[in-house]
């Protein structure tokens, strides 16, 4: 029905930058929120950061301030500009969307395969 692909991941030296970016497609009538989660290793997913689709924006404590949420609901894209990387960081960061479907017209919520950000000390 709709598929998330994300797009970005990569390595980064403690203190760098990365921009993350997550395209839905498919049989999308419109999107609600869209948001990035991530999922280090031995840890549990964990929330990022949220945007609506008037772009109330909202952030994990340990983000603030150093990452941003935005999105392009022309492209059905959100992005995730990461700065002064740590390398607590570390993770796969995956993409979530509230998408109404062309074929239920009801909102169901979808996930990105992730993409991996690895920051080095």
């Known amino acids: 029905q709709v598929q998330l692909v994300e797009s970005g991941g990569g390595l980064v030296q403690a203190g760098g930058s990365l921009r993350l970016s997550c395209v839905a497609s498919g049989r999308i009538f419109s999107i609600n929120a869209m948001g990035w989660y991530r999922q280090a290793p031995g840890k549990q997913r964990e929330l990022v950061a949220t945007?609506?689709?008037?772009?109330?924006?909202n952030y994990a404590e340990s983000v603030k301030g150093r990452f941003t949420i935005s999105r392009d609901n022309i492209k059905n894209t959100v992005y995730l500009q990461m700065n002064s990387l740590e390398p607590e960081d570390t993770a796969v960061y995956y993409c979530?969307?509230?998408?109404?479907?062309?074929?239920?017209?009801?909102?169901?919520?979808?996930w990105g395969k992730g993409t991996l950000v690895t920051v080095s000390s």
């Open positions: 945007i609506s689709r008037s772009m109330l924006t």
């Open positions: 979530n969307a509230d998408v109404v479907t062309t074929t239920y017209y009801r909102a169901m919520d979808y």
